[in-house]
C-alpha cells in the first residue's frame, strides 16, 4: 500500500478514493522514498529518527570514556576514595533529577520540546569538558551542577509521544528511542579505547566534547518542535506552582495508577542500576573476564538490546496486552540476576546477555504505558516523573549493591584478595537480593487494574455508554464500518417512508 496518498503528494497517482476503495497499490519508489531514514532526519516533520540521532549521539559521548574515566579518578583520587566519590556524585546527582525532572518535562509542555531538548543534552554533556582540566574536582562538581537538567530522556519520550499518533502502539517508537543506549555501547566503548592508544585520554576527552557540539548544532538547526503551536502558547507564561519541584512531584500520587507505575519503575530499575555499575568489576575479578572478553560481553549484550528493545518489542506489542510486555521484561530482568547470582561458567554467562537483553524492554514499555495514560499536554511532565525515578535509582542502586557486596565478604577491586567466608559459594549474593526486589515489581504489575490503561488521571469511561461521537472517535474501525454502512440505512428508511403499505408507515399514520 502507497504511504504518500496519507499527505496527497504521492505522484504516482495513487489518491484517496483508489486507497479507501482497497483497490491493489504496489509498494514503490514513492514509500521508500518517503521514510526512509535519512529524509525524515533533514525533513522539517518532526519523527521519531530526530530524537533518535539526538539520544544517540549524546551516550556516543559518554560512551566514548567509559574505558578511561574509571582509571583516570582512581588515579587521581586513589583507590581508598573511589568508590566514595563516584557514590556522592552519583547520588546526589541522581536525587536532584529525581526532584527536577517533572518540573522539567512539564516546562517542556510550556515552551516545547526543542528549546528544552538543548538545555538537557547541553547540560549532560557539560561535565565532558570539565575532563580537558587536570583537577578532576571541577569535573566532580560539574556533574552534581548539571543532575537538575540532566534529564534527557524526559524530552526524548514526551517528544516520541508529540509525533506518535493518540491511541497507536507508542512500544515500537520507545524501544527505538532506548535501544539508541545499546546502539552507542556497541560502538563507543572501542572508539574510545582505539583513540586512547593512539594519541592518549585527552585526545578522547576532546573527541567526546566535539560530539557533544555536534549534538547540540544538531538541535538547534535540524530538529523541528513536536508540540503543536496551539499546545505550547496556550500558557505565555508561568507561575510559582510550575516552578516548584515538589509541586510538580505531586503527579506521583494523582491517581492509583500513576503510584502502581512508578512503584514498577522504581522496583524494576533499582537493581538493574546496581548492576551496571557493578557488572564489569564483578566479571573481572570475581569471575576471570579478560579486557577482551568483557568487551566481547559488552558488544554482544548492546547487539542483543537493540534487537529486543525494536524489533521484539514491536512483536510483542502487536501479540500481547501493555501489562502483558511489562511482566514479560520483568521476568527476563528476575532470570538474569537469577543466572548471575548462581552460576559462575562463562559460557553460560555469555548466553544470559540474551536474558538481559530481553529485560531491558521493560523501560520503554512502561514509559509507552505512562504516555497513553496522559493526555496530550501532559506528555512532559508524566515522563519526567518516570525519569526522575529512573534517576533516583541510579543514585541510589550502586550504593546497594557496593553495601551488598561489602556484605557478602567480595572485594570488587581486588581480586587476589577477595573472599566470599560470608556467603560461602556464592558470591552473587547480591545480585540475588536483586531478583528478590524485581519480583516485587511484577506483583505490582500484576495488581494493575486494565481498565484505567488509557484513562490518565480522569474516571473510566464506559465504550457502551457516553457520547457516540466519542466512542467513534476512539475506535476508528467501527467509524468507519457504519459510515460505509450509512448510505445503506438511509435508502432502507426513505423507501419504508413512502411505501403506504409498510407497517412502520401505518404505525406512524396511526
Known sequence: MCLRWLKGKCSRGHTYSAVAQGEPVAVGWCAKKRHSIFASIFSRKPSVNHVTVVIFLEFFTWGLVATILP???????????????VGLMQGIKGFLAFLMAPMIGALSDIWGRKMLLVLTVASTC?????????????????????????????????????????????NAAFGQVSATFAASMVISPAVGSFVDSIYGPYAVYAFSVFISVIDVVFIL????????????????????????????????????????????VFLSYLPEA?????????????MGFSKAELSLYIAIMGI????????????????MSQKSVISTGIC????????FGLITLKPIIFMNAALVAMGSVTYPAVSAMVSNTASQEE?????????????LCNG??????????????????DPEHATYARMGEYPGFPFLLGAAIVVLALIVNIFISPEKFHTGTTEPRSDAGGDESENLSRFPEKKSAEARLEPVLSTISERRHSDPDSPTSETRQA
Not at 542483543?304 to 501479540?319: D, F
Open 221 to 264: 538547526f535540524l530538529v523541528p518542535e513536536s508540540l503543536a503551536p496551539s499546545s505550547s502558547s496556550a500558557v505565555k507564561s508561568i507561575d510559582c506552582t510550575t516552578v516548584n519541584p515538589f509541586k510538580a512531584m505531586s503527579m506521583l500520587f494523582s491517581s492509583k495508577l500513576m503510584i502502581q507505575l512508578s512503584a514498577v
Open 396 to 413: 541510589l542502586g550502586p550504593a546497594l549493591f557496593g553495601v551488598l557486596f561489602q556484605m557478602a565478604g567480595s572485594t570488587l577491586n
Open 304 to 319: 542483543l538490546s537493540i534487537v529486543a528493545q525494536t524489533m521484539v518489542l514491536g512483536w510483542l506489542a502487536t501479540k
Open 126 to 170: 557539560l561535565p565532558l569538558a570539565f575532563l580537558l582540566l587536570e583537577n578532576l574536582w571541577w569535573h566532580v562538581f560539574a556533574s552534581i551542577l548539571s543532575g537538575p537538567f540532566a534529564v534527557t530522556f524526559t524530552i526524548a519520550f514526551a517528544y516520541v509521544s508529540d509525533v506518535t499518533p493518540e491511541g497507536a502502539p507508542r
Open 332 to 339: 527476563f530482568g528476575i532470570l538474569q540476576l537469577c543466572v
Open 379 to 391: 506528555q512532559g511532565a508524566v515522563q519526567g516523573l518516570v525519569t526522575g525515578i529512573r534517576s
Open 71 to 85: 582509571e583516570a579518578i582512581e588515579n587521581y583520587f586513589g583507590e581508598d576514595r573511589m568508590w566514595l566519590v
Open 274 to 286: 546496581g548492576e551496571y555499575q557493578v557488572l564489569m568489576l564483578y566479571l573481572e575479578n570475581s
